[in-house]
């Protein structure tokens, strides 16, 4: 077998396959997370092999994880898990069999190289958002932008104008630069206290995938308007715009615990604000001195 290790929001994942099961060309974003070998636990293991797990589903539906609007239907099985990973093109790309904490993950590949790349990338950032909900490290669906060596996450549901915004403070905003624009990780540290954004591997249809990370600035949850308004979110309203922007199997009461515990510490450290906007500089300048204060 040959191993693959890799290291993202200072964590480590380790992918195995066989001599016949060369998976390095699918994964070009992970290059940048590529590490030598250490001898560490860790935070999940996947193997990947052509016949090591069906097609068929096994177990009981429990629910569809959604990617990025493309929905993978999870079983619950004895030992864990079971997902079947479908392209955009609703062609079967994967299956996955996990344990409970998906620290132990099977993979088979289907289907030409752009279903199998895209399949193996799924497979992964699953494994990555439910394991690491055990190690304080919550995967969101955000768009990040640097500013004075700190992250900003811009949250709200697909459309309203995540990445838009970090194109404007690119744009109006000197200084600022992107970090993530779909996928980025946040890990708490508990005894630090400290929060910090990272980038991975899954950056959705925009290309940016550094393995850098910054301390955390703010959240700010978008919503397009006819006028640029933005107040600071009191906690409740914070908790409920930061947790509904993570990755989470509301059905596994285990995971979605401990991502709820982690939001609740993030939220006493980090402020959070919703802005009602236009897509246009003055709603970018009017955020910028907000939440950078």
Known sequence: MKHLYFRVADALFLLQFSESTDIRPLIPSCAPFNIPPVKEVPMFEMTVGHDLVSQEPVGKEIGQFDCGGINHGMYKTEEGYKILISSP???????????????TCR???FGDYNNQSFGLNNAMMIAFAFSGAYHDIILMHASVTIYDNKGYLFLGKSGTGKSTHSQLWHKYISGSELLNDDNPALRFFPKEGKVRVYGTPWSGKTPCYRNLSVETGAFLRLEQYPENLINKEPGIKAFASILSSCSTMIWDKCSYARI????????????????RCRPDEAAARLSHQAITR
């Open 89 to 103: 093109e609703k062609e079967l790309s994967c299956s996955m069999e996990t344990n409970e904490e998906f620290s």
């Open 107 to 109: 993979v088979s590949l």
């Open 260 to 275: 709820c515990d982690t939001v609740a510490s993030i939220v006493e450290r980090i402020p959070a604000y919703y802005l």
